[in-house]
């Protein structure tokens, strides 16, 4: 009975010595190897972004373009929204993470050495389910949508039926950059019968399941299984969005900690290249240089 | 002979020292969850949290009423659906089933139980919602609390039919016996003497029924709605509560806690005690009810 107790005296101490280390290395000033995420990690043979849904189609085709031509490169690319994007760089849980919106001054406040890239721009499509008969609406009309002010869709010139709004999650990069240029309000508070979804493919599909539905989605994740409405004038295209007359418009950023180095800056230049602001055009966003 | 006693001890060790891991692993859990969400019950108050239905992180609002509610409502829903249908499987495999068709029924209830959370959600999604949609009423979107009880009900099928099934089981041929010799017929046994002689029973599997439909994540994300409003009746029919749209407890915590930092991420894990708290409040009830039937 001695040796019962005992040993399990002995194993249970070891675990409970095991249990309370720290889990997470802080990231310091110091560190200019953002890819070494513990100690053990090889370095600069795999990236791993994570963060926005709108970035990520983006990400991959630039990863694939890259990866070809640097096959000892593996680069992972992950969704779960802009916040997460930038709470996982600012962490070291990944080497990149990406955001569908500028970075917001309490997480520069918190994470002070925090460098953003713009990559490219990307518009916001106002999306309604396709049997809705509208194809225009103003900017003050989606507010009112947003805001719960406006219910009926014979309020904006549509048929007797409820408006269904369907949004984002509040950590969502694509909600906050619809909330400071079509809300006014980055943190606005979005009416609260909306249905809120995780991603913009979750957006797309509710919307184009659910009658009556409005929604918010990136340029990217367009096709024929929503429909776009202009806003003030404005059709959602890219040309539109280019010229600016088509106002909802926010920049896709690259975030790491410290200044990137190895493969993680070499991608990153590819991406800043004419060869990666091509790709960009080329899959429907609008190239920064 | 030395060896078989040596055997014999180790074995008892590694016995002891199995369920001394699971126990340790329960408490560490508990207190690590308690841990993270000290400061947020610190700062925003445990009566303000339980009592608010204001859940706004940007303006650190955090208060937790409406999800309560959702859970509440979506377990009750699913207990209204659920239960009736549980126990009536239960009775017909206990007593009414042929023992051939007993194999078929009980194998396809437990397929249920296997069935992952998230192809529960996608079905939910796919098919439940434009079904329900069909009601015309005005703000009906699909989403909402019948759909999450539809599918929880499915859901904690088979855990009732098997628990209650074995309680059924249970009592005593005796009572069975004497019932059917005083002149009862069967189903006049089943509803008079078995069900109440089984009751502790029954209402345990009850209990842990809900108990497993308040804890679902999944399948809640994807058709609940996920809106942070306190769920009331769309008309002037009271009925109508289970066509509005909700959020979980649960839900709350899966579709925030990637992203949120600072006091916000501590809400979630007061959160998860409010969660941890109502299932104990259930599971407890579950055993005070079991113990008083055993008087």
Not at chain 1, 10 to 33: E, F, I, K, N, R
Not at chain 2, 267 to 273: D, R
Request: charged share 15%; hydrophobic share 50%; net charge negative.
């Amino acid at each position: 009975m001695r040796y019962a107790f005992v040993s399990t005296l002995l194993l249970a101490s070891m675990l409970l010595a095991a249990c309370g280390s720290p889990a997470t290395p802080a990231p310091g000033p110091g560190s200019d190897q953002p890819t070494a995420t513990t100690a053990s990690e090889p370095v600069a043979s795999e990236i791993t972004v994570a963060g926005s849904t709108s970035v990520q189609p983006l990400a991959e085709v630039l990863a694939e373009a890259y990866m070809g031509a640097h096959p000892e490169i593996r680069i992972t690319v992950q969704g779960g929204g802009s916040s997460v994007g930038v709470k996982s760089a600012a962490e070291g849980t990944v080497d990149i993470g990406t955001a569908s919106r500028e970075v917001k001054d309490e997480e520069l406040a918190e994470f002070p050495d925090l460098q953003a890239f713009i990559i490219a721009r990307d518009g916001i499509a106002i999306v309604v389910h396709p049997d809705v008969p509208l194809e225009a609406l103003t900017k003050d009309q989606v507010k009112g949508i947003y805001e719960g002010s406006i219910t009926m869709w014979s309020e904006v010139g549509g048929p007797d039926a409820a408006i269904v709004v369907v949004g984002r999650e509040e950590g969502s990069g694509t909600r906050g950059a619809f909330g400071s240029l079509i809300m006014d309000d980055e943190e606005f508070a979005m009416v609260g019968t909306a249905i809120l979804q995780p991603s913009n493919g979750a957006v797309r599909t509710t919307v184009s399941t659910t009658p009556n539905s409005i929604g918010f989605i990136s340029f990217g994740y367009l096709d024929g299984s929503v429909k776009a409405v202009a806003i003030d004038g404005a059709e959602a295209t890219v040309e539109n969005a280019l010229s600016g007359e088509y106002p909802v418009v926010r920049p896709f950023n690259m975030l790491t900690i410290g200044e990137p180095s190895g493969a993680v800056k070499d991608w990153l230049d590819f991406i800043l290249s004419e060869d990666g602001q091509a790709i960009v055009a080329d899959e429907g966003y609008l190239a920064v240089q | 002979m030395r060896r078989r006693y040596l055997v014999d001890r180790s074995v008892r060790y590694l016995l002891f020292f199995s369920a001394l891991i699971s126990l340790f692993i329960v408490f560490m859990i508990a207190l690590f969850t308690l841990r993270e969400a000290w400061p947020a019950f610190r700062e925003i108050g445990l009566l303000n949290m339980l009592t608010s239905s204001e859940w706004r992180p940007g303006r650190d609002q955090f208060g937790l009423l409406a999800m309560i509610a959702g859970s509440v409502w979506a377990a009750v829903g699913s207990m209204i659906l659920g239960v009736p249908l549980a126990l009536a499987g239960a009775i017909f495999l206990a007593e009414v089933a042929p023992v051939w068709m007993r194999g078929i029924v009980r194998s396809s209830v437990e397929l249920l139980a296997g069935i992952p959370s998230v192809v529960y959600g996608l079905f939910g999604m796919v098919v439940l919602l434009p079904a329900i949609r069909r009601i015309p009423v005005a703000g009906n979107t699909g989403f909402g609390i019948l759909a999450a009880s539809i599918v929880l009900a499915v859901m904690i099928l088979p855990t009732i039919t098997n628990i209650a099934e074995d309680a059924i089981r249970a009592v005593p041929r005796e009572y069975k016996e004497g019932s059917l010799a005083l002149g009862a017929t069967h189903w006049q046994t089943i509803l008079g003497v078995t069900l109440p002689a089984a009751r502790s029973g029954i209402v345990a599997a009850v209990i842990l029924g809900v108990g497993r439909a308040v804890g679902e994540t999944m399948a809640m994300i994807m058709v609940i709605g996920n809106s942070i409003v306190l769920p009331r009746p769309l008309n002037s029919n009271p009925l109508t509560l289970f066509l509005s749209q909700a959020r979980t407890l649960t839900g709350n915590i899966a579709v925030e806690i990637s992203y949120a930092t600072g006091l916000h991420e501590d809400a979630l894990f007061a959160t998860g005690v409010v969660l941890f708290v109502l299932i104990m409040i259930i599971n407890s009830s579950a055993n005070l009810l079991i113990r008083e039937r055993r008087r």
